[in-house]
């Protein structure tokens, strides 16, 4: 029997945050926090969040993995072991700490108010792109989360059909016809590649929301910084555990980091189409004419 949704809004459907929805949308925040010299592993951590979907292809193949441009694969093997050792004697046990006393309806309310935060800078890149009304919409979806979702609390916006729509510098480079350049694994910021540090450090410098509180060193700038550590750390956990079981745990990571940021750009230049937000109803059927 067919599952009957209701198209009413319940504390419940509010419980889903956005990255259900949109698995991609935190590098400004983890770029942000890498900044801030606190987390080594946030954007990988981010990057590794799309391993269990995202296979790796075999060595020997002419995919993208093979392709891509690793000139400094000793160093960044080197960098990669110091970012997974730190996350073993430091982040983990902060994470697991987390996820072992506070219940998933809070970490959901967390982790909607860390990326509201982000709202703004996506609105900036969607400018950039030519895509006025995505940045419209994303506009509207931190007005209506920061007021009616309680500071971003509940992801109000998204039972409006205002869907989250993610936007970086780097994917604007991207969509501007910029190449990825070489992979990097640096320590303090994770894996990149050239496009992608670049823009990262742009996400950093131009975040409204630092920018409007007086930057990291304030209050409420160190605040968000360890709240989204942790957030992020906690959500990405199951990703840690599949590397774990991965025959080499840096080509996996490079692997997911590639093929992710490659999808994400070509979202951008219209090459690849959004998937379908399975939270709209469906249109009702049409009457039939007599």
């Known amino acids: 029997m067919a599952r009957v949704r209701s198209r009413s809004t319940s504390l419940r459907d509010l419980d889903q945050g956005p990255r259900r929805t949109t698995p991609g949308r935190r590098f400004a925040t983890a770029g942000a926090v890498a900044a801030a010299g606190v987390l080594a592993l946030a954007p990988a951590a981010r990057a590794e969040d799309q391993i269990p979907t995202v296979a790796a292809a075999p060595a020997n193949s002419d995919s993208a993995v093979s392709a891509v441009k690793d000139p400094l694969e000793g160093f960044n093997r080197g960098a990669f072991k110091v970012g997974m050792g730190l996350d073993r004697v430091l982040f983990s046990p902060i994470a697991h700490g987390y996820l072992a006393v506070t219940p998933r309806v809070v970490r959901n309310r967390v982790s909607s108010a860390v990326y509201n935060l982000g709202e703004p800078n996506t609105v900036i890149n969607q400018v ?145 189409e959004d998937l379908p937000d399975f939270d709209t109803p469906p249109p009702p059927p049409a009457t039939p004419k007599p």
């Open 128 to 272: 950039l792109q030519g895509r006025p009304k995505r940045a419209m919409r994303s506009t509207a979806r931190f007005v209506v989360n920061s007021t009616v979702g309680v500071l971003g609390l509940f992801d109000v916006a998204s039972k409006m059909h205002l869907p989250p729509r993610e936007a970086d510098f780097g994917q604007t480079f991207g969509a501007w016809g910029a190449g990825p350049g070489a992979y990097l694994y640096l320590p303090g910021m994770g894996p990149l590649n050239v496009r992608d540090g670049v823009g990262r450090a742009l996400d950093i410098a131009t975040d409204p929301i630092s920018l409007y509180v007086g930057g990291f060193s304030t209050d409420f700038g160190k605040a968000r910084t360890g709240v989204t550590i942790v957030d992020l750390r906690a959500q990405t956990d199951p990703a840690f555990h599949a590397l774990e079981d991965a025959a080499d745990p840096y080509v996996t990571t490079r692997s997911a980091y590639t093929q992710y940021r490659e999808a994400f750009v070509r979202q951008a230049t219209g090459e690849a």
